[in-house]
């Protein structure tokens, strides 16, 4: 009796949790605001870049498992911070508690503190043309209901939120806890874009915008759903991007964030548009310089034309200007004649030898597979390739601030400054060298444009099993590692303390 009972109690659980995630997607609803900004008068155009990014942004969102309630898109340029502000009350001003509304920005970010110039997002429409900052984009909300996400795509997008720096500004934005904000790149960073004519069509855009868009894509079976429930968390999909978004480092607030930015039916037709490319995956994130080879493998949906484009970082900066393309040979002047980089469908594996590294050099390397098909380029997934010392531990350092609260909204910054690329373990360790919370194991490093160079990593405080760190002092542990030598450091002490 009593198992019958189970059973029963346990059908009936069964039969009522999809009620109640029904009830809870019915109860919030979803509104957007895409942006994207051209033509300017102090920059280069990115037409068409920005407005095929805000197609593309629509067009995810129109996939989402319930209808958003709106997703607009201004018929004209918005060239003010006023008009910016009047468009986000117009289009989230009905929201209620439960509700999540979407700003989407595609355009030219400024970001230079040396000079005293703050966070600033371009708006323009060629003639006319001014910026908002992050203390303005902020206010835009005021009075607005339910939770905020705001994604960026612009150059030093990450300074909005303070990310991608050595140290954790004074000012902070976005930290009442009703922001989620997703940025492209990091506070010092450029975001990438791209632009061509293709079979008579102009075509282009965002890097970033790219990888969001397939990460929440049904063509390509939304590859930033880890655990496939059917909704995407802010933090899966940071942390996807950061895997497969080589051009930038993307930057997100709050970090490790559960809630759920997106959501799908899992039930999809099988005659649903497929990508041509899927399930890329990259051997590693290290070059040796005696083999400098990385291997790369993916299948092939169709027949399709397969492209690798190698970019090399000197003096700080990406050579997209200098990229070498390399098609697939593997199967050319096959049934596909000598059309270049053609494939046939299936799963590939495919060795690229990485060519142009002096001697005694070190540095990044970004690798990019592409598509063509129909004359429409398509940057499928990319990988930032670290060139360690060969013959010389690297020289590591860490800087955290004295004290922190984890209750205060603001997040650790942990600066590592290394003078090489290299991969990094970083713990929190107490007083008695224990190991407390790990925020990552051998983690590759990718440049950030910081001075002195380094890698910045921040903790909100809460450990593995979702509890709060208890109070008390600790050190963060760093060691790291090049392909023949590892070097370790501590931290000086740092004070955890509850309160804000």
């Not at 004209?76 to 009350?89: A, D, K, N």
């Not at 915008?209 to 909704?231: C, E, I, K, M």
């Not at 040796?288 to 190698?310: H, K, L, V, W």
């Amino acid at each position: 009796m009593r198992r019958m009972a189970a059973a029963l109690m346990c059908l009936l659980l069964v039969l009522l949790l999809p009620a109640a995630l029904a009830s809870q997607t019915e109860e919030r609803k979803e509104r957007a605001l895409l942006i994207g900004v051209d033509e300017f008068v102090s920059r280069p155009s990115a037409y068409p870049s920005s407005t095929n990014n805000v197609h593309a942004v629509q067009e995810m969102f129109q996939h989402a498992a319930v209808a958003f309630e709106s997703i607009l898109l201004p018929p004209e340029p918005v060239t003010s911070p006023q008009q910016l502000t009047e468009l986000i009350q117009s289009a989230f001003g009905q929201a209620g508690p439960e509700d999540v509304s979407y700003l989407y920005i595609s355009t030219h970010g400024l970001y230079d503190p040396e000079n005293g110039i703050e966070p600033q997002l371009l708006l323009s429409d060629g003639t006319v043309e001014s910026a908002i900052t992050p203390a303005q984009l902020e206010a835009a909300f005021e009075g607005i209901g339910g939770t905020k996400v705001i994604i960026l795509d612009a150059c030093n997008s990450g300074a909005f939120i303070g990310k991608g720096l050595s140290f954790l500004p004074q000012e902070l934005h976005f930290t009442s806890g009703d922001f989620k904000v997703l940025t492209s790149s990091g506070a010092l960073e450029e975001s990438w874009y791209w632009s061509s004519e293709g079979g008579g069509v102009e075509q282009g855009a965002f890097y970033f915008t790219q990888a969001l868009t397939q990460a929440l894509s049904p063509a390509f079976d939304y590859p930033a759903d880890q655990n496939r429930d059917g909704a995407v968390t802010l933090s899966e999909l940071h942390q996807h991007l950061s895997q497969g978004h080589a051009a930038s480092t993307p930057q997100v607030y709050p970090q490790k964030d559960s809630f759920v930015v997106f959501r799908y039916q899992q039930e999809q037709s099988p005659n649903r548009p497929r990508s041509p490319v899927m399930d890329v995956t990259f051997s590693g994130n290290i070059l040796s310089r005696q083999t400098p080879e990385i291997s790369i493998e993916f299948i092939a949906m169709r027949p399709i034309q397969i492209g690798y484009q190698i970019v090399y970082q000197r003096e700080g900066k990406w050579q997209f200007d200098q990229a070498q393309i390399i098609y697939d040979e593997a199967e050319r002047f096959t049934l596909f004649g000598d059309r270049a980089g053609a494939v046939s469908a299936g799963r590939k594996l495919r060795t690229l030898t990485i060519g142009d590294l002096p001697e005694d050099a070190y540095g990044y390397v970004l690798v990019q597979l592409f598509s063509i098909e129909n004359g429409k380029l398509t940057v499928h997934a990319g990988r930032v390739l670290c060139v360690p010392q060969e013959n010389e531990p690297p020289v590591i350092g860490v800087s955290v601030p004295e004290s922190f609260s984890p209750e205060s909204g603001r997040e650790l910054c942990i600066f590592v400054s290394h003078d090489a690329p290299c991969s990094l373990s970083v713990s929190i360790v107490d007083e008695e060298g224990n190991t407390v919370h790990r925020l990552c194991h051998k983690q590759s490093t990718r440049p950030m444009q910081l001075e002195p160079a380094g890698s910045v990593f921040y903790w909100d405080g809460t450990l593995k099993n979702g509890q709060t760190i208890a109070p008390g002092t600790y050190r963060i542990s760093v060691t790291a590692y090049t392909n023949e030598h590892s070097t370790k450091t501590e931290s000086q002490p740092l004070t955890i303390h509850q309160g804000g």
